[in-house]
């Protein structure tokens, strides 16, 4: 079981970044891929960036691709979502999750209950 908890989202202006964290729990931590996903309002949710348990390899979804960077650190359990040249349309709830590696959400098993994330411009 792993439990994994957002945190770093907020409110920034058209141009700028945020840095989201997601903490996990569970000594079983590196086996598992860790994604992220977004949802805005009235859309559904949308794949961002995943990575493998290794970190070794990585995927990142072609609307955010060269903007947003994932890593992961296996010793802190923690793995980060770097967003830089945020628009208004990165608007929405961010959300981490921990299961086999891919694009898709039923990939995943364990989810985190999301931070928010507003760009204004």
């Known amino acids: 079981q792993v439990h994994v908890v957002e945190s770093g989202g907020g409110s920034v202006q058209a141009g700028g970044s945020l840095r989201l964290a997601c903490a996990a729990s569970g000594r079983t931590f590196s086996s598992y891929a860790m994604g992220w996903f977004r949802q805005a309002p009235g859309k559904e949710r949308e794949f961002v960036a995943t990575?493998?348990?290794?970190?070794?390899?990585?995927d990142i979804a072609d609307s955010v691709k060269g903007r947003f960077t994932i890593s992961r650190d296996n010793i802190k359990r923690m793995v980060y979502l770097q967003m830089n040249s945020l628009k208004p349309e990165d608007t929405a709830v961010y959300s981490c999750?921990?299961?086999?590696?891919?694009?898709?959400?039923?990939?995943?098993?364990?989810w985190g209950q999301g931070t928010q994330v507003t760009v204004s411009s």
């Open positions: 999750a921990a299961g086999r590696y891919g694009l898709e959400a039923y990939l995943y098993q364990y």
């Open positions: 990575i493998s348990g290794s970190g070794g390899s990585t």
